[in-house]
């Protein structure tokens, strides 16, 4: 048997090698350039309403991750989740979970096919790895009103009305990807109004600490979202962004904070945030 | 904070105490050596402070692992948040499945 040794060096114009810490920070930033592009894909065009995300790193780059998949006939699928862990693992993890849900998006019916193919794609390695990755889809209709979902171990996103009252969806449970194989997951369905915000978020959101370690927690984000719920998709990103920062002093917090917001329009909405930029630095 | 785990073993039933911070910065220090006699693993979290996604992993890892030498978990002292993030994500789910054998 023949082993091959393939050796990679990099010099520079002195022929020295550059120190191992400066080689592994670059790779990073060029790591991070990555997860931003993917990050920062294609933007949906809704007929009515708009939609954004936005998903800030707790540290260089992160496990959290949305995408949008433009359907028939003006639908679109709407995904977002959290892969267990930090970093340039979680990173790593997370390009492997966007992969799933393009490929599976394509060949699907709806979102709970859609889990369940990521799951059959993802779970051997997620076992293997000792991983897993908790998502939320969703197929939102602007032109007949229905947003079907299903759910692998995500919470729901936060739905407030129009008259500002939050409407709960109904519940649905379903096990992380790369917790059990061969999983169906189940969808429910839910007619929206105009006006109507979905905010799909991650759990960095409502576990952001400020400097007593206290968490920023569900009930003072609903507030806030019905205060705002009247503005853009992209007043309400900045709303909670600078909520946050404002809890938080700024602090460092530990996980990412990943946010996907869905404004029910009419045919009359400008789709004016939509050159918000995707993902922040 | 920090995080550490206690452990005891009664027979055949190994207790694990959770304390604190279970997090990615402090998981690290779960290091759960598993006696070949034991036939059931019990984890308090009564004195857990804080679970995330990584410290589910670790969990997790303990439930593949008893399911793999068919040993019986238990959990106790959990508080409502932690049984709500437990019920979302799917642990009791797992649990269930590798109790009842299917996998």
Redesign the interface.
């Known amino acids: 048997m023949m082993f091959r040794k393939i050796m990679y060096h990099s010099h520079d114009e002195s022929g020295s090698t550059p120190p191992f810490h400066t080689t592994l920070q670059r790779e990073i930033h060029l790591a991070r350039n990555i997860q931003m592009h993917l990050l920062n894909g294609e933007e949906p065009d809704l007929p009515y309403g708009e939609v954004t995300g936005v998903s800030i790193p707790a540290r260089l780059i992160g496990g959290d991750y949305y995408d949008f998949y433009p359907l028939s006939n003006g639908k679109i699928r709407i995904i977002i989740g959290d892969v267990m862990g930090k970093g340039i693992p979680a990173a790593m993890l997370m390009i492997l979970t966007r992969g799933a849900f393009r490929s599976a998006a394509e060949a699907t019916k709806g979102p709970g096919e859609t889990l369940t193919a990521m799951n059959n794609a993802l779970y051997k390695d997620l076992r293997k790895l000792r991983s897993f990755v908790t998502v939320f889809c969703a197929d939102w209709d602007p032109g007949a009103g229905t947003f079907i979902y299903a759910n692998a171990g995500h919470n729901l996103p936060v739905v407030i009305r129009s008259n500002l009252r939050e409407f709960k969806l109904p519940e649905l449970k379903g096990v992380m990807l790369g917790g059990l194989p061969e999983q169906v997951y189940k969808e429910q369905q839910v007619r929206l109004e105009e006006d109507d915000l979905v905010f799909f978020y991650t759990d960095g959101i409502v576990e952001a600490q400020n400097q007593e370690g206290d968490m920023f927690r569900l009930e003072r984000l609903v507030q806030l979202l019905m205060r705002h719920a009247r503005e853009s998709a992209a007043e309400i990103e900045s709303a909670v962004i600078g909520a946050i920062h404002d809890y938080t002093k700024g602090l460092p917090q530990k996980d990412d904070i990943t946010m996907v917001i869905l404004k029910v329009g009419s045919e009359k909405t400008e789709i004016s945030s939509f050159n918000v930029p995707l993902m922040r630095p | 904070m920090s995080f550490e785990t206690q452990t005891e073993v009664r027979g055949a039933v190994l207790f694990v105490k959770l304390i604190g911070l279970m ?3 402090t998981v690290d220090n779960m290091k759960l050596e598993i006696p070949e006699h034991i036939r059931k693993i019990v984890v308090d979290f009564s004195r857990m402070d804080f679970i ?3 410290g ?2 670790s969990l ?2 303990v439930i ?1 692992t008893a399911g793999e030498r068919n040993l019986d978990v238990e959990f106790e002292g959990l508080n409502d948040s932690t049984r709500e993030l437990f ?4 642990v009791f ?2 649990m269930e ?1 590798l109790l009842n054998g ?2």
Not at chain 2, 87 to 90: K, P, S, Y
């Open positions: 997090d990615y910065s995330d996604s990584t589910i992993g997790l890892s593949y019920e979302t994500v799917g789910r797992i499945a299917e996998r």
